[in-house]
């Protein structure tokens, strides 16, 4: 079974960059998706990007694309997301899941999530 796990989370000022980490472990299909989510307080969980398992093929939520970036190491285990020019509206919990086969936008298509990593951005 795989397992997820997220850093790289924190406090940060507007204007500032982070960049999460998913390390991936245990069994991985041999297609997979690992899709990164965010909830914040009393909002539902909404999806902003994708990574499939070659790292070529991504996606991205209209909301975050030119703000966030995808992306994995040579390993194919770690997947990171960068989010630079952070404004406090990306103030939320980021998770990352994975699911066999294709990426889907809707987070009850994931089967395997991370515990989450806290980003706090203070304007």
């Known amino acids: 079974r795989m397992q997820l796990v997220e850093s790289g989370g924190g406090s940060v000022q507007a204007g500032g960059s982070l960049r999460l980490s998913c390390d991936a472990s245990?069994?991985?299909?041999?297609?997979?998706?690992i899709g990164w989510f965010r909830q914040a307080p009393g909002k539902e969980r909404e999806a902003v990007a994708g990574?499939?398992?070659?790292?070529?093929?991504?996606y991205y939520t209209d909301s975050v694309e030119g703000h966030f970036t995808i992306s994995q190491d040579n390993t194919r285990k770690m997947k990171y997301l960068q989010i630079n020019n952070l404004k406090p509206e990306d103030t939320a919990m980021y998770y990352c899941?994975?699911?066999?086969?294709?990426?889907?936008?809707?987070?009850?298509?994931?089967?395997?999530w991370g515990q989450g990593t806290q980003v706090a951005v203070s304007s």
């Open positions: 899941a994975a699911r066999s086969g294709f990426c889907s936008p809707l987070a009850h298509d994931y089967d395997t």
């Open positions: 245990g069994y991985t299909p041999e297609v997979y998706c």
């Open positions: 990574i499939m398992t070659g790292g070529v093929t991504k």
